[in-house]
T-cell receptor, first 111, second 113 residues
Framework: GQQVMQIPQYQHVQEGEDFTTYCNSS?????IQWYKQRPGGHPVFLIQ?????EVKKQKRLTFQFGEAKKNSSLHITATQTTDVGTYFCAGCSSNTGKLIFGQGTTLQVKP | DGGITQSPKYLFRKEGQNVTLSCEQNLNHDAMYWYRQDPGQGLRLIYYSQIVNDFQKGDIAEGYSVSREKKESFPLTVTSAQKNPTAFYLC????????????FGPGTRLTVL
């Protein structure tokens, strides 16, 4: 079945360092969504990418959708302690129309 | 104040008992979902419903049941047949289907004693 793999599973950074999480799908996606879950909280929608090669920015966060629409990345520039949490990608399969979540990347930021 | 609510926040049950988790939304969304979250495994889909009186099994439906009698409500029953029910359960809704943004409730943490 369709799989969405996300790496790394955990990342510890010093405040001010950059952070990147990668998402890879076994099949072509119609879109990809990114969510953030703070410790003890629930996932909150960040952004959706639809077009091949699309790049979107939200302040220090940069989201990319690959040319083949099978992979995506989230890059955070100059991390802050407020960035702590687990970041999930979720890919919508072009074939099945189902949304599949990656395992998430948990980010810890040392002040 | 629109949103999606789940109750209770924490739930304890004895082994062998069925328990029902509540999920209500006033966003007028057609689609609703139940996920299970375990450490290091992300979100796994239990059941989903695209419209009232219709629902489909997700990837891990065994030991669970749902109903969708009203648009606003999608309760999940964890039955005694579920072998490892202790987990964090998240309900979500979206306007229409899986391509739309999903809005999550605060979750229910179920512990089986």
């Amino acid at each position: 079945g369709q799989q969405v793999m996300q790496i790394p599973q955990y990342q510890h950074v010093q405040e001010g360092e950059d952070f990147t999480t990668y998402c890879n799908s076994s099949t072509t996606l119609s879109n990809i969504q990114w969510y953030k879950q703070r410790p003890g909280g629930h996932p909150v929608f960040l952004i959706q990418l639809v077009k091949s090669g699309e790049v979107k920015k939200q302040k220090r966060l940069t989201f990319q959708f690959g040319e083949a629409k099978k992979n995506s990345s989230l890059h955070i520039t100059a991390t802050q302690t407020t960035d702590v949490g687990t970041y999930f990608c979720a890919g919508c399969s072009s074939n099945t129309g189902k949304l599949i979540f990656g395992q998430g990347t948990t980010l810890q930021v040392k002040p | 104040d629109g949103g999606i609510t789940q109750s209770p926040k924490y739930l304890f049950r004895k082994e062998g008992q069925n328990v029902t988790l509540s999920c209500e939304q006033n966003l007028n969304h057609d689609a609703m979902y139940w996920y299970r979250q375990d450490p290091g495994q992300g979100l796994r889909l239990i059941y989903y419903s695209q419209i009232v009186n219709d629902f489909q099994k997700g990837d891990i439906a065994e030991g669970y049941s749902v109903s969708r009698e009203k648009k606003e409500s999608f309760p999940l029953t964890v039955t005694s047949a579920q072998k490892n029910p202790t987990a964090f359960y998240l309900c979500a809704s979206s306007l229409e289907g899986a391509t739309d943004t999903q809005y999550f409730g605060p979750g229910t943490r179920l512990t089986v004693l």
